[in-house]
């Protein structure tokens, strides 16, 4: 039960969002807002003019993902294991010698076996089922459907790697046995292999199929269809993290070159800065060449910086002899760390090597204003 105070707190608060409903916005207020979505009320949106995103600056956050780190760390994958059990270790069963030379009579007594098996099996007698299985197979050891029939009473007592071992006997004997793959799909699911078992239960659905494989299939493939796409996610990932890598590799070879010096086109284009070294060089160039730099710190996840960025852009047609840079905080950290960047977008002016005036938020008036300024002398 909650006090009055509580109550009095709680009512005050509703109230608040009344008057601004874009306080459910706020990140300390996301699990509140959850809560409300999971009872089927809308949140409404913000909708920024441009003036909103003027009095904005998005703070970095704590963490950033770190471009410098080649290594790509994979999540777990959300599967359905409810259907998975421990693996059985028990010494293999016996398979008997598959060279040996089978006669009728031994045919006969291992069909004699097989029929006391099935009428164990029907009282549910499984170990007794699987001793008289193994019977027949010492007697017929190369009788697929011997090895097949076993597997699946092996799956009966919860025995998957026993019978995966009888299955492979079972399609060694004959490639073509849907049972032998259906058992062994059936056995994989229960290790939780669930690529291979949706494999192996494809297969026997196409020789012959039957419900319990549409059954088994319908739990198997979601699974599987999450590993694929979580393997192909990180294969992107990997290859993303390749060109960067190799992107990385060339800028520093570029940039340790002994002759290389930097030059500036008046053509009015935003140059994007990656490194500390990077950036000595460009504002080395500038000084020397007396033109004003500007440096603008931005962030992808940053939603004023969207809104600056084509602004930001525009500008530097319309100035061709100021030096308009960009800085992604998070791909060059180290950039913003030596410039003490807590916010974007953050623009630093530049003249002569030394900072002489900036503009922090989305504030397109001041930042024209202070170019003009600035770039007077140009």
């Known amino acids: 039960m909650m006090d009055a105070n509580q109550v009095a707190e709680l009512r005050r608060f509703i109230e608040q969002l009344k008057l601004n409903p874009s306080l459910l916005h706020d990140p300390s207020l996301t699990f509140f807002k959850d809560y409300l979505r999971s009872l089927g009320a809308q ?22 993902p770190s471009y410098d780190d080649d290594e790509v760390t994979e999540s777990d994958v959300d599967l359905d294991d409810s259907d998975v059990v421990e693996p059985d270790n028990e010494p293999p069963q016996p398979m008997g010698d598959s060279t040996a030379e089978v006669t009728d009579e031994d045919r006969d007594a291992a069909q004699l076996e ?8 029907s009282q549910g007698k499984f170990d007794e089922g699987i001793d008289y299985l193994t019977k027949a197979i010492m007697l ?33 004997f004959n490639p073509d046995s849907a049972k032998g793959y259906k058992a062994r799909g059936m056995a994989r699911a229960m290790l939780g292999q669930w690529e291979e078992a949706a ?44 060109l960067q890598r190799a992107e990385r590799e060339r800028r520093e ?56 960025s084509p602004v930001y852009t525009n500008l530097a047609t319309q100035h061709p002899k100021v ?6 905080i998070d791909e060059a950290n180290d950039v913003a760390a030596a410039w ?28 024209e204003k202070k170019i003009a ?6």
């Open 43 to 64: 949140v409404p949106k913000i909708v920024k003019t441009e003036r909103d995103y003027e009095d904005t600056a998005e703070t970095k956050p704590s963490f950033s």
């Open 114 to 121: 097989k029929s006391k098996a099935m009428e164990a099996i």
């Open 140 to 172: 017929n050891p190369s009788s697929a459907i011997l090895y097949a029939t076993r597997a699946t009473v092996f799956l009966a007592v919860k025995k998957p790697n026993a019978a995966v071992r009888d299955a492979d006997m079972a399609l060694q």
């Open 199 to 242: 494999a192996d239960l494809h297969v026997a659905s196409k020789l012959d199929y039957d419900e319990e494989i549409g059954s088994a299939l319908k739990k198997v493939e979601p699974n599987a269809k999450r590993i694929e796409e979580h393997r192909r996610k990180y294969q992107r990932l990997r290859k993303e993290k390749e």
């Open 253 to 308: 070879q570029q940039e340790a070159q002994p002759n290389f010096c930097f030059s500036f086109n008046d053509t009015g284009q935003v140059i994007s800065i990656h490194s500390t070294s990077e950036l000595e060089g460009k504002t080395k160039a500038a000084k020397k060449a007396s033109r004003l730099l500007i440096m603008y710190f931005t962030a992808t996840w940053c939603g004023p910086c969207r809104y600056m």
């Open 323 to 328: 030096v308009f840079l960009k800085v992604d």
């Open 340 to 367: 003490n960047i807590s916010s974007v977008p953050t623009f630093c002016f530049i003249r002569d090597g030394k900072q002489v005036d900036k503009v922090v938020g989305a504030d397109k008036g001041s930042l």
């Open 373 to 378: 300024q600035h770039s007077s002398s140009n």
